[in-house]
């Protein structure tokens, strides 16, 4: 059964860059890893997806080694929004089609 | 807005009933999930269908049960409810299977009491 780590809070400043890792074994070979950000009472929202090496969009950038045992997304600058909490997701490798979202990670984006 | 909804918002109700919690997808999506979120287990993946049919299935309880009907709207039922089951309930579709991006409504909060 896959399992996934994350740390469970990380603090930062205004307009630095933050790496939230996340440690997952046992997940698919051939399914994405995808994260997400969540604000209190509402549903989480994606952020980025990726299957390996580096992906970048317009908010984030998500880092994947070759191994897939890992993955680090990167949130460039942030702002005192960008206060949530994220999570990693990956797919079981039993082949089911099973989710797996991590712990979650709280940022707390102080100014 | 994601453009998937949930009803109802808020649902409170005692130990030993049944409820129903309903879910329509975005426009066009052809799959629907549905987790639990509690204070104590984060977010739980339930189950996953896909144009009518069970896709994939999780950590969900034999208490538990849920359909996709043929305009592809979705229904989580929840039957002989414990305190335990009080939580946050999330629906989200995607266009098609797993590896697609998720879009979730806004949950619909549940507390057994």
């Known amino acids: 059964l896959a399992k996934t780590t994350q740390p469970i809070s990380m603090d930062s400043y205004e307009g630095q860059e933050v790496n939230i890792t996340c440690s997952h074994n046992n997940i698919a070979t051939n399914d994405y890893i995808t994260w997400y950000q969540q604000f209190p009472s509402q549903g989480p929202r994606f952020i980025i997806q990726?299957?390996?090496t580096k992906v970048t969009n317009e908010v984030a950038s998500l880092f994947i080694p070759a191994d897939r045992k890992s993955s680090t997304l990167s949130l460039p600058r942030v702002s005192l929004s960008d206060t949530a909490v994220y999570y990693c997701?990956?797919?079981?490798?039993?082949?089911?089609?099973?989710?797996?979202f991590g712990q979650g990670t709280t940022l707390q984006v102080k100014p | 807005d994601s453009g998937v909804t949930q009803t109802p918002k808020h649902l409170i109700t005692a130990t030993g009933q049944r409820v129903t919690l309903r879910c329509s997808p975005r426009?066009?999506?052809?799959?629907v999930y549905w987790y639990q979120q509690s204070l104590d287990q984060g977010l739980q993946f339930l189950i996953q269908?896909?144009?009518?049919?069970?896709?994939a299935k999780g950590n969900i309880l034999e208490r538990f049960s849920a359909q996709q009907f043929p305009d592809l709207h979705s229904e989580l039922n929840l039957s002989s409810l414990e305190l335990g089951d009080s939580a946050l309930y999330f629906c989200?579709?995607?266009?098609?299977?797993?590896?697609?991006?998720?879009?979730f409504g806004p949950g619909t909060r549940l507390t057994v009491l």
């Open positions: 997701l990956v797919v079981d490798s039993s082949n089911t089609g099973k989710l797996i």
């Open positions: 426009s066009g999506d052809l799959s």
């Open positions: 989200a579709s995607s266009v098609a299977g797993v590896g697609d991006t998720q879009y």
């Open positions: 990726g299957y390996k």
């Open positions: 269908y896909y144009n009518g049919e069970e896709r």
